[in-house]
């Protein structure tokens, strides 16, 4: 069965430096999501692909986190300079498409990269 | 601004027994998802079950269904003879675009 791909799945930095996931969604899905998930919380949508374009990065931090997907295929997600309060579970997800009717597709998580600034 | 509420961080249960957990959102959309995901212990989320706003009849997957109620804005989900392996945390959530989530309801199921 088709899965989302993230790495690393741990990473532990030191505050100031810069830090990137990587996401590969399931094959054909043109729809890529990034959440965080702080501790005991649920997950909050950073920022969501169609294809390479940028539909919605209303909640991305944007003077220190920025995110790609060049070739509308994997994306990647960097942080720079990292602080403190960026510990959490960074989480991708994607769905086949989000034309029409977006909310009728349903979204396949990743197993999450966990970070951890020191 | 859609907002989801989930007012139990915890809930226990005994195997074998029936859980309602509850969830109630906040929106001015009329054409919406609802969705109920589970997030075991280090392992990633996965989808429980959805429902259609427009549509009035209840979603059911086996032993877990849940109670819509557009009027209320409330969306609560009922476990049926609950098992070990229902041990997880549980996640309400609202879509149009991007997901809502709410804070999540941590079940343990007790043997």
């Known amino acids: 069965e088709a899965e989302v791909a993230q790495s690393p799945r741990y990473k532990i930095t030191e505050k100031s430096q810069a830090v990137a996931f990587w996401c590969d969604p399931i094959?054909?899905?043109?729809?890529l999501y990034w959440y965080r998930q702080i501790l005991g919380q649920g997950p909050e949508l950073l920022v969501q692909f169609q294809d390479e374009s940028v539909v919605d990065d209303s909640q991305l931090p944007k003077d220190r986190f920025s995110a790609e997907r060049l070739k509308g295929v994997d994306s990647t997600l960097k942080i720079q300079p990292a602080e403190l309060g960026d510990s959490a579970m960074y989480l991708c997800a994607s769905s086949l498409a989000a034309s029409g009717s977006p909310g009728q597709e349903t979204q396949y998580f990743g197993p999450g990269t966990r970070l951890l600034v020191l | 601004a859609q907002t989801v509420t989930q007012s139990q961080p915890e809930m226990s249960v005994q195997e074998a027994e029936t859980v309602t957990l509850s969830c109630t959102y906040d929106?001015?959309?009329?054409?919406?998802?609802l969705f109920w995901y589970k997030q075991p212990p280090s392992r990633q989320m996965i989808l429980v079950i959805r429902q259609e706003a427009y549509k009035q009849q209840n979603a059911t997957e086996n032993r877990f269904s849940v109670n819509f109620q557009k009027a209320a804005k409330s969306f609560s989900l009922k476990i049926s003879d609950s098992q070990l392996g229902d041990a997880a945390m549980y996640f309400c959530?609202?879509?149009?675009?991007?997901?809502?989530f709410g804070e999540g309801t941590q079940l343990t199921v007790n043997p």
């Open positions: 094959s054909g899905h043109a729809t």
């Open positions: 929106t001015s959309e009329s054409d919406y998802y």
């Open positions: 959530a609202y879509r149009t675009w991007g997901l809502t």
